[in-house]
Each structure stands twice: as C-alpha cells, then as structure tokens.
C-alpha cells in the first residue's frame, strides 16, 4: 500500500518577498514584482527589465565564504531549504532518527549561469590559468542538492531534475514517489534558479519569448490576456519539505496540505512549442488526478502554468478545457506569474507552495495585469482581485522547453 505523504515545510524567495508570509500576501494582493534590470546594464538589450529578487541577503544564511563559493541559484535554494526546514522544525534534524531517511532533489533548468559568465569572460581576458577552482562546482546544476544535503546532513537519495521550466514539479513528484514507495520518509525537494544575466536575458530576447513591454515592466507579465507578447525573467526559489504521513504525526509536525497525486508526460513535439491543444499537458493532468483518485469535479483550483505566451496560455486553456470538459468553467484558474515572472526551474516549486496554501488558507490569488479578454482564452482566470473560496483539491501544472509536462494533485488535508 503506497503511503501517504504530506507537505510539512515550505520555503520561498521570489520577486516579490524573501520568505512565504511575504510572498504570499503579495501575490494574494496582486503586487507585481518586475521592473528594470539592475543586475547588470541592459542598455543595449531589446527587453531592459526582469522580476529580480528585492534585498535578498545570503549571508542570513551562510557565512561569507560560503556565500563567495555560491552562485546566487544556490544562494538562493539553500536559503529556502533552510525556511522550509525551519517551518518543519527540522533545521537540526529533530525527529529524524537516520540520517539515510531524509533526501534531497533539488534542481535548476540553468545551474549557474552567472558563474559561468564571469569565468568566461575571465578565460578570454587573463587566460585559463585564471579561472577559479570553485568554477565547476559553482557552476554545475546539481551543486545546490548537495550543498543542501550536506547542510542538513541528509544522507538519502539526492539528485537534481533537469528539465527547464517543469524542472522543480519533477523534483517535487519525485521526493512524492520517494517516499511513498519508502526509501525516504522526509524529502527537501524544489528548485532554484538565477538567470538575470546578461547572456539569459539576450538569448530569451532574441528568441522572442519575452515580452518587450520596457515602458511599463510591472503591467508586462500578463496571463491569458489578449496583449500578451511573452514572459517576464524572474529568479529565486520554491523549496518544500515532504513527509510520510505518520512520521510527520509522531513528531507533532505541522501539515500544510497533502501531495496526492503526479502526473510527468513529453510532448515529442517540438523544441519550444508546445503540443497543439497542450496534448502532453493533458495527459499529465489525467494522470495526476488518476494517481490522486480525483474525478474532473472534485477540483476547484488549477495553479496554470500560464506564462504570458501567446502558445503556452492558448494550448494550456485548450488543454484544461479537454481534460474538465464542462466543470473547466467551474474552476478557478490563476497564474502567480504575473507577479513574480517567470521563474524557470524555480516556478513548479514555487506553484505549487501556492496550490498548497490555497487548499490551507481558501484564498485564491489572481491573475494580474488581466485587461482584455482572448476570445481564444475563455476560463476564469481570476483576474485582478484574490477570490476566497474553499478549495479541497487543487492542481499546479508546469510545462518547460523540450516538451516536459508536469502536473501535481494536493489536497486539503484531512485525517
């Protein structure tokens, strides 16, 4: 019999606040996170502005040369790890009688990108003898699960998912299986990313995936809007602690939400588009809620990927609408992407923190920045202002380049 496993620990730094209570008031009030990149100087780039963190300080947690031998994607999961553990009252490891029953999958679509900018450029002035001996191990995307591991000592299964934008769902339904399947009876799971640079912000640019909205950054990231002309960059981190049921019982723990179901499908498509009519989205959403046991009408709240694209808001409407049939406009739908950009590896992590506290707190945030309906685009996206309803199961979807789709099921928990 699988065990249950429930969300205990929550950590969170994003656009719009360094830690959970502040993220989510933001977004529940509709804030918006982006504005003009101050990172480096974007004078001669076609998009001048990203949702970048807001005085966001490492050193709250990890001294200063641990910091310096950190790129900011790993700054920023282990100071979410540590929230998340600190909400789980497991910073020291209380309640944890084994080191091996605690693990870590913790990913990023990019790694460290500023790292490897700077190294670079380094090689190409003074030469490779230059480059720094903490190059690689700044650099690589699975450095942050193992800095994390050693953190806290968590000797179980530890690895990093890859796969760009649903990089942090992967890693959350992962430490689900992990642990319903018993190799683990606590995980530190999400993602972390960091890609407010000078190469990321000009590749995207030219691509023409992100919106060029430079007169107005904080109204530019705007889900299933008719005017939408592509995604925000955002960064940080989404980081949970999961936990088998009854462990998580003996020790008194908190509990959140529980994680019911995961559903992980490929497009086979193409390298950025999307299926047409989200058909991989589908069919992760299906098996979501077939692993969770949850019919079409037992679902109040869809968290979307949603992330201001002409394609991804088409074909993820499409898809919803395949996969709930008539209840589609019973549903509340909502992308926080409007207020924090798009966080790429981090966003999953970040989601479904969201889906959680929407089952736990029955507040649903809107999509901001909704002006202009797409007839194309015909849900109910929850434009504008929170909506309080009580949401007993919820989805969180992310889909990412290279056709990856992921859905997780939560639900309110109940014993």
């Not at 996969?323 to 909502?334: K, M, P």
């Amino acid at each position: 019999m699988k065990r249950r496993v429930v969300v205990t620990g929550l950590g969170m730094i994003t656009p719009v606040g360094n830690d959970v209570a502040t993220t989510w008031r933001a977004l529940v009030d509709g804030k918006a996170g982006a504005g003009p990149i101050t990172k480096f100087d974007p004078t001669n780039f076609p998009v001048r502005f990203a949702a970048e963190l807001k005085g966001f300080d490492p050193l709250q947690y990890m001294d200063r040369k641990e910091a310096k031998r950190a790129d900011p994607y790993t700054q920023y999961a282990v100071a979410a790890s540590v929230q998340a553990m600190r909400d789980a009252g497991l910073e020291q490891l209380a309640g944890i009688d084994d080191p091996d029953r605690i693990g870590v999958i913790l990913g990023s679509g990019i790694g460290g990108l500023k790292s490897f900018e700077e190294q670079h450029d380094i090689y190409r002035e003074r030469g490779q003898s230059k480059i720094s001996p903490f190059f690689i191990p700044m650099f690589i995307a699975d450095i942050a699960a193992g800095i994390v591991s050693m953190r806290f000592n968590a000797k179980g299964p530890n690895y990093a998912t890859v796969s760009a934008c649903a990089t942090a769902a992967h890693a959350i339904g992962d430490a689900f299986r992990t642990i319903q399947y018993g190799d683990a009876d606590a995980m530190i799971c999400g993602g972390a990313e960091a890609t407010v640079t000078p190469m990321a912000i000009g590749g995207f640019a030219n691509m023409k995936a992100l919106s060029e909205r430079n007169d107005s950054p904080a109204t530019a990231s705007r889900p299933f809007d008719l005017n939408r002309d592509g995604f925000v960059m955002g960064e940080g981190a989404g980081i949970v602690v999961l936990e088998e049921l009854e462990h998580a019982r003996r020790r008194g723990a908190r509990i959140h939400a529980e994680v019911v179901g995961y559903g992980a499908t490929g497009d086979a498509h193409h390298l950025t588009a999307p299926a047409p009519d989200g058909e991989g989205a589908q069919r992760a959403m299906r098996r979501a809620m077939k692993d969770a046991g949850l019919a079409p009408g037992d679902v109040q709240y869809i968290n979307a990927h949603g992330t201001s694209t002409p394609a991804n808001d088409f074909n993820e409407t499409r898809a919803i609408k395949c996969v709930f049939g008539e209840h589609a406009r019973g549903l509340n739908v909502s992308s926080t992407k409007g207020a924090t950009g798009h966080m790429l590896g981090a966003a999953g992590g970040v989601e479904f923190i969201v889906a959680s506290l929407v089952t736990r707190e029955g507040s649903i945030p809107p999509t901001i920045n909704y002006e202009t309906a797409d007839p194309d685009c015909d849900l109910n996206y929850t434009p504008n202002r929170s909506v309080e309803r009580q949401v007993t199961a919820a989805l969180s979807n992310s889909f990412g380049f290279g056709g990856h789709n992921v859905a997780l099921a939560v639900r309110r928990f109940a014993e």
